[in-house]
């Protein structure tokens, strides 16, 4: 029995006080305007959005299995309303204006409560005109503890976003500007990571925990002075460790890797123009006490392969500049349909199992987000690859994703580059 089954069976035969049996954690959010730093300090603030006076937000952390509860408090002068990026999560708490919930309008309180079932990174976001909220700074990091704590000495959680800012930090709100809509989408002039800690020494092992919360920017990530693998993917551990060089992160994307510390741990994206530092994590003193064993992988997921899906559909992407013509009535369109109707893509019995073939027919990569589920992606030879919950489809190219719709409830399905959601590549699915 581990832990949390414990408490849940002695819980139920009352055999614990109150207290320690509702462990649960509350939170609260309070969306505002805040002074963030982002350029290197003595550059200029930046005036922007955040939750309690930080961008990014807060890191809530909860445990697997456990019930949280966060009061989201509106102190914007616009509504909004905040969605729990990757969580399979009750659909009544998913955040979504128009399909979920209300917006939250100024001065309101929203209380959001779920039970997260997977151990692992997640984040939470403004779904509520995402690509101006985000983009102005509404989100942070959201962690799922695991059941046993992980070997490691430190867990460090790093966000890594891009602004569009003048050079003295103020931002460029051009947030709806049709050229960037219809190409790779509003990209910043400046990119860093948010690092939940600045030190380390060397010879320690840290959980390194990658959350990619730019509104469009693809990163392709270097890490220097550690060496490792990666545990996880989207929340989701992988059964092995994976070696990695560049580590390629599609917005909304999350990579959780183990580190064995050498030196300064360096993230550098990779540009054409070369390596451009996103931010260090700083090794000081030296931890001579750790002995070098194998990394291991994190505990196991249960969320079974749908090997004979019952059925088969197949989503275009379509439109974009260069991407020729589409029936959709914005800039943007799932086969030949812009934005959210009143119809779905698709009704799912609950359980049902489909093979979803996502065709690019644009000149552009996308990164199609399923809400309320995870899904495996299909490797071109038809191989089971990795859970995930946002996968990146480049230009022209195909993915199959396998699916069991398990989750009731009405779940958005849209390319989390913001600004071609924006532009109408969005809809969603039912499962009743
Ligand atoms: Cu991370 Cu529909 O969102
Ligand atoms: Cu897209």
């Known amino acids: 029995m581990n832990r949390r089954q414990f408490l849940a069976s002695s819980a139920a035969m009352g055999l614990l006080p109150r207290s320690a049996a509702s462990a ?3 939170y609260r959010l309070r969306a505002e305007d805040v002074t963030g730093q982002i350029l290197p300090l003595g550059d200029g603030a930046t005036r922007m959005l955040g939750f309690n006076g930080s961008m990014p937000g807060p890191e809530l952390r909860v445990r697997q299995g456990e019930r949280v509860r966060v009061d989201v408090e509106n102190g914007l002068d616009e509504g909004t309303a905040v969605h729990w990026h990757g969580i399979r999560l009750e659909n009544s708490m998913d955040g979504v204006p128009a399909l979920t919930q209300t917006i939250i309008e100024p001065g309101d309180t929203k209380t959001y409560s779920f039970v997260p079932p997977d151990a692992g990174t997640f984040w939470y976001h403004s779904h509520y ?3 101006e909220q985000v983009a102005r700074g509404l989100m942070g990091p959201l962690i799922i503890e695991d059941d ?9 959680t790093a966000i890594l976003s891009d602004w569009r800012m003048e050079r003295d930090g103020t931002l460029i709100e051009e947030y709806t ?9 509003l990209l910043g002039t400046f990119a860093r990571a948010f690092f939940s800690r600045g030190e380390v020494k060397a010879g320690d092992r840290i959980r390194l925990r990658l959350i990619n919360a730019a509104t469009n920017r693809i990163f392709p990530v270097v890490v220097s002075g550690a060496s490792g693998r990666i545990v996880a993917l989207d929340g989701i551990s992988l059964s092995e460790p994976r070696d990695f060089e560049q580590i390629m992160m599609a ?22 123009q070369g390596p451009y530092e996103l931010g260090t994590i700083a090794a000081s003193g030296k931890n001579g006490l750790r002995k ?47 934005d959210l109707q009143s119809d779905p893509f698709a009704y799912f019995r609950k359980g049902e199992t489909a093979r979803i073939t996502l065709v690019n027919d644009t000149s552009f990569p996308h990164g199609i987000h399923l809400h309320g ?13 990795d859970l995930r919950d946002t996968t990146l489809v480049n230009a022209r190219e195909n993915r199959d994703i396998l699916c069991t719709f398990d989750n009731p409830g009405k779940w958005m399905l849209h ?7 924006f532009g109408g590549m969005r809809t969603w699915v039912e499962v009743t």
């Open 373 to 385: 589920h995870h899904f495996y992606e299909v490797g071109a030879d038809g191989s089971i690859g």
């Open 129 to 131: 005109i995402s690509h």
């Open 148 to 156: 046993e704590p992980i070997d490691v000495d430190h867990d460090i």
């Open 251 to 272: 917005p909304a994307q999350r990579v959780d890797l183990i580190l064995d510390v050498a030196a300064d741990v360096k993230l550098d994206m990779m540009s054409r």
């Open 24 to 26: 649960s954690p509350t």
């Open 415 to 421: 390319c989390h580059m913001l600004s071609h959601a």
């Open 292 to 338: 070098a064993t194998p990394i291991a992988a994190l505990p196991a997921h249960a969320i079974p392969v749908p090997s004979n899906p019952d059925r088969h559909l197949t989503l275009h992407m379509m439109g974009g500049a260069m991407g020729g013509r589409h029936g959709g009535a914005n800039i943007w369109a799932f086969n030949d349909i812009s």
């Open 177 to 185: 500007d049709r050229h960037s809509v219809a190409h790779a989408g």
